[in-house]
C-alpha cells in the first residue's frame, strides 16, 4: 500500500501489551538485537532519553525506569528531574546532550510551541540527531508541528515518530495509555516494548500527521463530552433532582464511561486536581477547530465547548483540571459565581 492510500484509509495497526515483551528485556536494563529482522545480531543496550516531566512526562518516566529502562531526563525546570534522579535516571543537560548520549529519545511536551523549540532552538534535539537515531514526540499538536519535526529530523538522517497519547494522569501512572503513532513504521517497531510499557495499547496510523488528528479529533470528542455533563449536573440541580442520583443513573446506561465515573463526583465536591490541565484541554479544542477548518467540516458544539473553555481559561482555572469548566456552567445557570 502506498503513502496515498495511507493517508486516505489511515490503517490501524494494533500492538498488543505482550507482543515481545519479556524476551527483549533482561537484568536492569531493556536489550534488543540491532537489525531484527534484517542483517546484524549483536545484542545491544537501549538507552532512552526523555524530554519534558509535566504531569504526563513524570508518569511516564517513572514508568519506563520501573520496568527496568535506563532513561536520561531533561526539563526546562532542572528540579522537576530530582525524583527521577532518585528512581535511577540520570540528567541530561540539554535536549541535544539527551539525544547524543542516547538512540532513543522521547519527548511530551505542552503544546506545538515547546515542541518546536525542544527541537529547533540553541542545544536543542536537531544538533545532536543524525543516523541510528530516533526521535519520538508524544505532545499533542497540530498536524503541521509534527511536520516540520519529522522533516528536519529526517534531513539530519534520523528517524521520527509521533505518537501521542490518550489517557490522563492516572492511566500515564498505570501504563494504561492509548498510543497514537504514525510515521517511520521500523522506529516505531523498535519503540513497541517501550510502547508496551506505557500504553495498554498501539496503533500505528500510517503518515506523518494521522497521529496528530487522531489525537485532536479524540480530544474534541472529551471536551464536547465534559461541558454535556457540565450542563447536565447543573440542569439536575436546578430541577430540584439529585446530581449524584444523575451519575448513578448515567453509569448504568449506555452512556456510561470511565471519564464520568472518575470526574462527576469530583467536580460535585468542587475539586479539580489536575490530571489533565483545563488550558491543555482548550488548546486541543482550538487545533481541532483549525482542523476542522482546514476539511470543510461544521463543528459547532466544538466550537461552544472550545467557548466554555476560554471562559474558564479568562477566570483563572487554566491549571485546574479540565473538568473545572463546570464552574463556567454553574456561573452560566445563575446558581453561583465562576
Given at each position: 500500500m502506498g503513502r496515498t492510500q495511507l493517508h486516505k484509509c489511515i490503517p490501524a495497526v494494533a500492538a498488543s501489551r505482550t507482543q515481545r515483551r519479556?524476551?527483549?528485556?533482561?537484568?536492569?536494563?531493556?536489550r534488543k538485537k540491532r537489525g531484527e529482522g534484517g542483517a546484524g545480531g549483536e545484542e545491544v543496550e537501549m538507552e532512552v532519553g526523555f524530554l519534558g516531566l509535566g504531569i504526563m512526562g513524570k508518569?511516564?518516566?517513572?514508568?519506563?525506569?520501573r520496568h527496568g529502562y535506563r532513561v536520561t531526563v531533561w526539563n526546562r525546570t532542572i528540579a522537576k528531574c530530582q525524583e527521577l534522579v532518585a528512581l535511577g535516571a540520570t540528567v541530561g543537560e540539554t535536549p541535544a546532550a539527551v539525544v547524543a548520549?542516547?538512540?532513543y529519545t522521547i519527548a511530551m511536551l505542552s503544546d506545538p510551541s515547546a515542541a518546536l523549540s525542544v527541537v529547533f532552538d540553541k542545544d536543542g534535539v536537531l544538533e545532536q540527531i543524525g543516523d541510528g537515531k530516533g526521535y519520538i514526540d508524544m505532545s499533542t499538536v497540530d498536524a503541521a508541528t509534527s511536520s516540520k519535526i519529522s522533516e528536519a529530523v529526517k534531513q539530519k538522517g534520523g528517524a521520527f515518530v509521533e505518537a501521542p497519547v490518550s489517557g490522563s494522569k492516572k492511566p500515564a501512572e498505570d501504563g494504561q495509555l492509548?498510543?497514537?503513532?504514525?510515521?517511520?513504521?521500523?522506529?516505531?517497531?523498535?519503540?513497541?516494548?517501550a510502547f508496551d510499557v506505557l500504553g495498554k495499547k498501539s496503533f500505528f496510523l500510517g503518515e506523518i500527521g494521522n497521529g496528530a488528528k487522531m489525537k485532536l479529533v479524540v480530544n474534541m470528542i472529551m471536551g464536547s463530552m465534559m461541558n454535556s455533563l457540565s450542563e447536565g449536573l447543573c440542569l439536575a440541580?436546578?430541577?430540584?433532582?439529585?446530581?449524584?442520583?444523575?451519575?448513578d443513573v448515567l453509569d448504568l446506561g449506555a452512556i456510561a464511561n470511565p471519564m464520568f465515573k472518575l470526574k462527576g463526583p469530583a467536580m460535585l465536591q468542587g475539586s479539580y486536581s489536575p490530571a489533565f490541565p483545563?488550558?491543555?484541554?482548550?488548546?486541543?479544542?482550538?487545533?481541532a477547530l483549525a482542523l476542522g477548518d482546514e476539511n470543510a467540516v461544521s463543528m459547532p458544539v466544538s466550537a461552544a465547548a472550545n467557548e466554555a473553555f476560554k471562559k474558564a481559561r479568562s477566570l483563572g482555572l487554566g491549571d485546574l483540571d479540565f473538568s473545572a469548566v463546570y464552574e463556567v456552567v454553574k456561573g452560566a445557570g445563575g446558581s453561583g459565581q465562576a
Open positions: 519479556g524476551e527483549e528485556r533482561r537484568g536492569i536494563s531493556f508518569a511516564m518516566a517513572t514508568n519506563l525506569l548520549k542516547c538512540r492509548v498510543i497514537l503513532a504514525a510515521g517511520d513504521k521500523t522506529l516505531y517497531d523498535e519503540m513497541v516494548p440541580d436546578k430541577s430540584g433532582l439529585s446530581p449524584q442520583t444523575l451519575l483545563l488550558k491543555h484541554q482548550q488548546k486541543d479544542m482550538r487545533l
